[in-house]
T-cell receptor, first 112, second 114 residues
């Protein structure tokens, strides 16, 4: 069965430091991978996706993610965190179907 | 920038009552979805809709649920007889195509069943 795991409930990082939010997936075949961000009282906002091609994908707000097929991972990264990046981050996988399967979410807290 | 909109933002209802949640997808999108997020849990797929019919649904989407696109702009989710466990945030989403295209989500409707 397809699944997504986000092993960390919360990630804390100081402003200006690099951040990583982890995601691993389990799906047969070639997945489509997505990252979404959710700010308080807002819907899910699309950040970036991996479909095929370069393993490093660049997205909105300076975020990027690296697809690693051997480790079945799609970690979200940013070289220099901002306080305004503090939010809930969801990894999701799609695979030849309509639905997205979401991870449980990781709360990113960037402190000044 | 076009957005998915949802109304109401918060709906409170009594158990057993019918509710209709409304969504206006992005105008040139062809695929429409409903997801829900029970408080503190992950976002779960409910149903997808294309060409005026359901294209996929989850086990959660039983015969108490229905979807409709009554006109060219609205997309609705109806729960016929609400249960306490239907309390959740319901998100509508739309996309140009299925699969490779990202889905754009609305702000959600918080449904509280008393």
């Amino acid at each position: 069965a397809q699944s997504v795991a986000q092993p960390e409930d919360q990630v804390n990082v100081a402003e200006g430091n690099p951040l990583t939010v982890k995601c691993t997936y389990s799906v047969s075949g070639n997945p489509y991978l997505f990252w979404y961000v959710q700010y308080p009282n807002r819907g899910l906002q699309f950040l970036l996706k991996y479909i095929t091609g370069d393993n490093l994908v660049k997205g909105s707000y300076g975020f990027e993610a690296e697809f690693n097929k051997s480790q079945t991972s799609f970690h979200l990264k940013k070289p220099s965190a901002l306080v305004s990046d503090s939010a809930l981050y969801f990894c999701a996988v799609g695979y030849n179907t309509d639905k997205l399967i979401f991870g449980t979410g990781t709360r990113l807290q960037v402190f000044p | 920038e076009p957005e998915v909109t949802q109304t109401p933002s918060h709906q409170v209802t009594q158990m057993g009552q019918e509710v209709i949640l409304r969504c206006v997808p992005i105008s040139n999108h062809l695929y429409f979805y409903w997801y829900r997020q029970i408080l503190g849990q992950k976002v779960e797929f409910l149903v997808s809709f294309y060409n005026n019919e359901i294209s996929e649904k989850s086990e959660i989407f039983d015969d108490q649920f229905s979807v409709e696109r009554p006109d060219g702009s609205n997309f609705t989710l109806k729960i016929r007889s609400t249960k306490l466990e239907d309390s959740a945030m319901y998100f509508c989403a739309s996309s140009k195509r299925t699969g490779v295209n990202e889905q754009f989500f609305g702000p959600g409707t918080r449904l509280t069943v008393l």
